[in-house]
T-cell receptor
Framework: NAGVTQTPKFQVLKTGQSMTLQCAQD?????MSWYRQDPGMGLRLIHY???????DQGEVPNGYNVSRSTTEDFPLRLLSAAPSQTSVYFC?????????????FGDGTRLSIL | AQSVAQPEDQVNVAEGNPLTVKCTYS??????LFWYVQYPNRGLQFLLK????DNLVKGSYGFEAEFNKSQTSFHLKKPSALVSDSALYFC??????????????WGLGTSLAVNP
């Protein structure tokens, strides 16, 4: 009964380094998304996917890439980390095709960029 | 434009007292409304939702929320607060008339502190 699993839980990077935040769900959900959470700014949508092979930008996509090769996995890539990307990142999934379905969240990745 | 407002950054309540966390929204169509809770160092957890029907919605952990269309509000309530209810609460709305747009509009969150 894993739900949404995010790895790693914590990461420290230097400016300019790259890394991939992993997200996997075992609920066969079509819809997956990435958010960042910053103090005083709530949740902001980075990228989302409505199914395998389909991704789209959210409100703050710059500096991030995503891909969705399988239903289960939705990795988030930082190509060249910047201090402004220091944040807590959450992956979420929900049952596709029904916008009244709640989202299931992972426990987050806490990322610090030095 | 679609928006959600949680007018209180923090709510303090004594254990055993009733609690209310406020949420107002603005969408052009009919709303789907959600409440989520976030405990420290955890992801958000779904509490309850309003889609249609009865304006009073019951959810997890004894929470309930009342949909008020005329006031465009969806306040979260609990008759008797517990210390363990202390957490960050988020209201979210989705415009059900927005076609394939599945993006949720999130409030900024309200920190609830229940004092023993």
């Amino acid at each position: 009964n894993a739900g949404v699993t995010q790895t790693p839980k914590f990461q420290v990077l230097k400016t300019g380094q790259s890394m991939t935040l992993q997200c996997a769900q075992d609920m066969n959900h079509e819809y997956m998304s990435w958010y960042r959470q910053d103090p005083g700014m709530g949740l902001r949508l980075i990228h989302y996917s409505v199914g395998a092979g389909i991704t789209d930008q959210g409100e703050v996509p710059n500096g991030y890439n995503v891909s969705r090769s399988t239903t289960e996995d939705f990795p988030l890539r930082l190509l060249s980390a910047a201090p402004s990307q220091t944040s807590v990142y959450f992956c979420a999934s929900s049952q596709g095709g029904r916008s009244n379905q709640p989202q299931h969240f992972g426990d987050g990745t806490r990322l610090s960029i030095l | 434009a679609q928006s959600v407002a949680q007018p209180e950054d923090q709510v303090n309540v004594a254990e055993g007292n009733p609690l209310t966390v406020k949420c107002t929204y603005s969408v052009s169509g009919n709303p789907y409304l959600f409440w989520y809770v976030q405990y420290p160092n955890r992801g958000l957890q779904f509490l309850l939702k309003y889609i249609t029907g009865d304006n009073l919605v019951k959810g997890s952990y004894g929470f309930e929320a009342e949909f008020n269309k005329s006031q465009t509000s969806f306040h979260l309530k609990k008759p008797s607060a517990l210390v363990s209810d202390s957490a960050l609460y988020f209201c979210a709305v989705r415009d059900m008339d927005a076609g394939n747009n599945r993006k949720l509009i999130w409030g900024l969150g309200t920190s609830l502190a229940v004092n023993p």
